[in-house]
T-cell receptor, first 113, second 113 residues
Framework: EAQVTQNPRYLITVTGKKLTVTCSQN?????MSWYRQDPGLGLRQIYY???????DKGDVPEGYKVSRKEKRNFPLILESPSPNQTSLYFC????????????FGPGTRLTVL | KQEVTQIPAALSVPEGENLVLNCSFT??????LQWFRQDPGKGLTSLLL?????REQTSGRLNASLDKSSGRSTLYIAASQPGDSATYLC????????????FGTGTRLQVTL
């Protein structure tokens, strides 16, 4: 089944403890991105990647890192999480950037205490 | 800066009714517009994608139209069912933004028996 998977789905952590949220797609998509969803602010892009080893900042990249070493994986790294990073995170992918349908993962609900 | 607005924010209709959800965007220079459905605590499911050169797309009981020059899109749902209850999000990819989706804040739809 074609899908975007994220792990973990739920995570409660403490301020400053490094964490990684994984994202994987099995559709051979070149484009992948991360969004966060917050009440009243909607979905905002954090980082995106047009292909392996090509990443760039979205609208809200502060406090996050990403890497794209393989085409299928695009992990989101929080080196020192803070409470303002408590949010619902979504990974998305599309075959190419620009004009294709984007497919979203199931989301990761992160709480930073 | 591209801004996307969805009206109404919430809508309740009886089962069987036809309904229209509205989406407007401020910058007509877009690659495409995509409609998503989000169920509570779940990810986003892509419903329809309209390329900038297209006027409408249909899938089953759903029909989406796009008037790029006026910055408007509508999602028409025919013969609504309780299973259609969800939040509907529209999002545009503005030209020159490397596939960044700019989302509206959504319309929460409830279809009652």
């Amino acid at each position: 089944e074609a899908q975007v998977t994220q792990n973990p789905r739920y995570l409660i952590t403490v301020t400053g403890k490094k964490l990684t949220v994984t994202c994987s797609q099995n559709m051979n998509h070149e484009y992948m991105s991360w969004y966060r969803q917050d009440p009243g602010l909607g979905l905002r892009q954090i980082y995106y990647s047009m292909n392996v080893e090509v990443t760039d900042k979205g609208d809200v990249p502060e406090g996050y890192k990403v890497s794209r070493k393989e085409k299928r994986n695009f992990p989101l790294i929080l080196e020192s999480p803070s409470p303002n990073q408590t949010s619902l995170y979504f990974c998305a992918s599309s075959l190419y950037w620009g004009s294709d349908t984007q497919y979203f993962g199931p989301g990761t609900r992160l709480t930073v205490l | 800066k591209q801004e996307v607005t969805q009206i109404p924010a919430a809508l309740s209709v009886p089962e069987g009714e036809n309904l229209v959800l509205n989406c407007s965007f401020t910058d007509s220079a877009i690659y495409n517009l995509q409609w998503f459905r989000q169920d509570p605590g779940k990810g986003l499911t892509s419903l329809l994608l309209i390329q900038s050169s297209q006027r409408e797309q249909t899938s089953g009981r759903l029909n989406a139209s796009l008037d790029k020059s006026s910055g408007r899109s509508t999602l028409y749902i025919a013969a609504s069912q309780p299973g259609d209850s969800a939040t509907y999000l529209c999002a545009v990819i503005a030209a020159g933004t490397a596939s960044k989706l700019t989302f509206g804040t959504g319309t929460r739809l409830q279809v009652t028996l």
